[in-house]
């Protein structure tokens, strides 16, 4: 429910819905590279403009939208801005309270040893660790569901010391991705995916074949 996204936000980032509205979170798992991406860029491959995921991901959940012509369906992408430079919406704050995934923040560590370092959380998913995205919003702002029950995102990295180790990898050692195996995990990205997602994005065309 949007409620429940709105409750632990300041008003500056609420979402502009009644609280019993109804949304969706949307997530990529390891398996969309081969199933969505590279068959979206084989099929689309002269209309790919800029980047081929946001435009893969655009595409698929507006076939969701076409899926329900009477409803009112608004999409919101994980990209996109408001004019202020503010998200749209906090990818990583949707996840938490949808049941989606854990959260991790630093108010999660009790023996806090940064000092004045800025750290930022990360979420981790109970069955693909760090491997996954969260990729947009959908809200049907015609369905109200004042009775829906908030599930609780599952608490993987449960010990003190394993919170700090993910909140250090993740901030200092990002790029060697090692924070996405923090938790024993059921599917990762392929070689080729970590190939593609290492590479800077200006060079990600070639990587598929595309021309800039």
């Known amino acids: 429910k949007v409620g429940w996204y709105n409750a632990v936000l300041q008003p500056a980032f609420h979402l502009p819905y009644p609280e019993d509205t109804l949304a969706f979170v949307v997530l990529s ?3 969309m590279f081969d199933k969505a991406l590279k068959p979206f860029v084989n099929k689309e491959r002269l209309k790919i403009i800029r980047d081929p995921v946001d435009q893969c991901v655009s595409h698929h959940l507006s076939r969701v939208k076409e899926k329900f012509p009477d409803q ?22 949707a996840a938490h309270v949808s049941g989606a995934a854990y959260y991790y923040q630093r108010k999660d560590v009790k023996l806090d040893p940064w000092g004045k370092k800025k750290i930022f959380g990360v979420c981790i998913h109970p069955k693909y660790g760090g ?21 609780a995102p599952v608490d993987c990295v449960s010990t003190e010391e394993k919170r700090m180790e993910l909140l250090e990898l993740f901030n200092f050692h990002w790029q060697d991705g090692r924070y996405r195996d923090i938790i024993e995990v059921k599917e990762r990205y392929s070689e080729e995916q970590k190939a593609y997602f290492a590479t800077p994005p200006a060079e990600r065309f070639r990587l598929l074949g595309l021309s800039q």
């Open 131 to 151: 491997w996954f995205a969260i990729r947009g919003l959908l809200l049907f702002p015609d369905i109200q569901v004042p009775f829906l029950e908030q599930p």
């Open 72 to 93: 009112r369906v608004d999409v919101m992408f994980d990209y996109e801005m408001l004019p202020s430079r503010k998200p749209k919406f906090l990818a990583q704050t």
């Open 29 to 31: 798992t390891p398996s």
